[in-house]
């Protein structure tokens, strides 16, 4: 049970960045008893250091080093595939790796507790440093998601891995899948997902090693990798002016990331996207922001709660950001991290999706075809917000809310705009198992949201929010009902026809520019949509609610224009304790079933 009175951060779980150039791998691994030469085989899975030094920069400005030395897990023979699920909120996570026998995949179940929920393997990796005398200054585990930031070993392995680009953190995840593809190798570094570490400048010893748990589970060799660790110490505020902070932020790994996922297997472990604008310039200090609690003022706006950037990409947005500052003064708007055109953070670009070329034709209709089935997941990021006014007084319950589509079909609506009007007409579009569109019908709308941090088109009607009494009746409404789609969270990867690699997981250009004449919007199988009700008109003015018993209720499709599988399915509440007083009012959130998080 979480009892909360101001929004907090969180610091989010973001993998590492750093690409597999090119490795020379040699490969040591446990030799097989004879029991183990005729049972179900798995990969051959080894240690591997990309590099015999690593240089990392000790910013001034923040509180240490992070840890990124270029270490591999390399899979050789199959691939390295686990499947995460858990039947209910009731149930544990459970965890099975697709192992091979007479060369048929079979699905061989790990211990119970190996992992607890989906951001990865814990205390997969064992860290030591020494110092140039010997002396050991830093201990260390971290947790391994094998989705992470990936790469090629040899020319022969797979063009693309099938993977899935990230590991998903909403605490009401259902389903993931994880894996390093045949040939590859998955970065090991946990990135901001692990605290840094106070480092002097000067040179260092790292051993890198895998847990004995691990290493008897998966056959893993016991060879630690060693690396030379140089730690040099920077700041923000080194460089030339403008000109040289454009230039840091255009060539410090631009481009590796995306909203949810990696971007050619480079970016971070899937947390929900953030999306900015509602709250003016990003302070050199929000620029790299980790992950909200999914409610709280600071440039992740609508969709969230936000992921944070590759790692030396906030370097470069900071120090860019610090230097328009000085040019232009305090109060410049300087770059966003958030939405714009063509941009969400400053490390990803998406092309819009395409729509059809023209509004339907003939009779609408709804054909018997597989459809989307669309399902809510308790509210959660829950906590006390001023509304971003700081009006003596008053107070907004502000939690983040998702829905996702269970399948089997994505749902597709794209928007048409007659010239002039100032909404566009949604239709909701009906395929064959060949892909094929044979359906389609009228749904609703779409309008356009000039206000900073939206700046797209949102489809009317596709969730409601509501703050229930505890005998389940309506006590306040949220005002968003409108929403942009995008696949910001891997919720069940498991489930029939899961995307695992979904297109329009942020809204940079996904939803239209404010002169376009058509729009698609897509929210695909296995994928949902987060988004942070932290501003007065989204989050529930509880001014005059009294103290006691509620729950968020969190519907979709709530006027039922939308086709789906199952229309049985769309509530799911969370329940909520009220106390406190006028002007600071607290929320206690009781437990989930098993899922302990606000």
Known sequence: MTTTRTNRLRRPLLAGTTAVAAMAVTA????????????ATGPKLSLVAATGSVTLTSWKEEPGVYLDLGTYLTAEGTPLELKVTRKSYKDPVVVTQTVYEGGKAKAKTLPQGTVKDFSGLPGFAEITLTDKAGKKVVSRTESFCPNNASGRIRPDAPATSKYPESCP???FTLGSVWGV???????????????????????????????????????IADKPATVKVTVQERSWEEGNG????????????????????????????????????????????????????????????????????????????????????????????????????????????????TPAAKRPTGKASVPDVPKPDLR?????????SDGTENIPGKD????????????????????????????????????????????????????????????????????SYRLLKADKKEAVRSGKEAFCLANTDAVDYTVKNANWHP????????????????????????????????????????????N???YIQVLANPAKRLKETNLDNNSALRKVVLGGKPGKRTVTVPAHDLVNAN
């Open 503 to 546: 297109f329009n997981t942020d809204l940079a250009t996904a939803c239209g520019q404010e002169n376009s004449i058509s729009v698609r919007e897509v929210l695909d199988v296995g994928s949902g949509d987060t988004y942070t009700q932290d501003l007065p008109g989204q989050s529930f003015d509880i001014t005059d609610v009294p």
């Open 242 to 353: 403008v000109s040289a902070a454009r230039s840091a932020a255009a060539g410090e790994h631009a481009g590796h990331g995306t909203a949810g996922g990696h971007a050619g297997h480079g970016a971070a472990h899937q947390a929900p996207a953030g999306h900015a604008g509602h709250h003016g310039p990003v302070k050199p200090s929000q620029a790299g922001a980790p992950e909200t609690s999914g409610a709280t003022p600071s440039y992740n706006v609508g969709h969230g709660p936000l992921k944070a950037a590759p790692p030396a990409l906030p370097w470069a947005l900071k120090k860019q950001q610090a230097a328009l500052a000085g040019a232009q003064g305090a109060d410049a708007a300087g770059p966003r991290t958030g939405d714009a055109t063509g941009q969400t953070d400053g490390s990803r670009k998406a092309p819009a999706l």
């Open 396 to 463: 907004y319950l502000a939690f983040s809310a998702n829905v996702w589509n269970a399948g089997p079909a994505q749902l597709v609506v794209d928007g048409f705009r007659s010239p002039g009007k100032a909404k566009m007409d949604a239709y909701q579009y009906f395929y064959d198992a060949k892909g094929k569109q044979v359906g389609y019908t009228p749904t609703g709308t779409m309008e356009w949201d000039p206000r900073p941090g939206h700046v797209h088109w949102h489809f009317t009607d596709f969730a």
């Open 181 to 219: 593809e045949k040939g590859w190798a998955a970065n090991t570094y946990g990135g901001s997902y692990t605290q840094p570490v106070k480092l002097a400048a000067g040179t260092y010893t790292a051993r890198v090693g895998v847990a004995k748990k691990y290493r008897d589970l998966f056959g």
């Open 548 to 550: 006691g018993t509620y």
């Open 28 to 39: 040591g691994f446990m030799a097989a008893s004879p029991e183990q030469a005729t049972a």
């Open 376 to 384: 809510s997941l308790p509210a959660y990021g829950i906590t006390i």
């Open 169 to 171: 953190t909403n605490p």
